[in-house]
């Protein structure tokens, strides 16, 4: 048997008898699993930073306390 070293997601092998076999690596779905849900927690992680962002809003002043206390000045007992 010999390998094609072309693409490694592709093993085109011939056999002792001259046959030519494609044949496709199994996959380890704990792998492919685990990278998937990386990719979506990320995806959410970015979703929900950029929803909450402020991007260049104004800022609100704070209120300024009044200068008197007119018309809610406690009254002399």
């Known amino acids: 048997m010999s390998r ?5 997601a592709v093993l085109f092998l011939v056999v ?3 046959t030519k076999v494609i044949t496709f690596p199994k996959l380890n779905w704990g792998v492919v699993a685990t990278a998937s849900a ?3 927690v990320i995806a959410i992680a970015i979703l929900l930073l950029v929803s909450t962002a402020h991007f260049d809003e104004p800022q609100t002043p704070a209120p300024t306390s009044p ?7 406690p009254t002399p007992p």
């Open 4 to 8: 094609s070293p072309a693409n490694a």
């Open 16 to 18: 002792e008898d001259g």
């Open 38 to 40: 990386a990719v979506l």
């Open 67 to 73: 200068a008197s206390c007119e018309p809610f000045c």
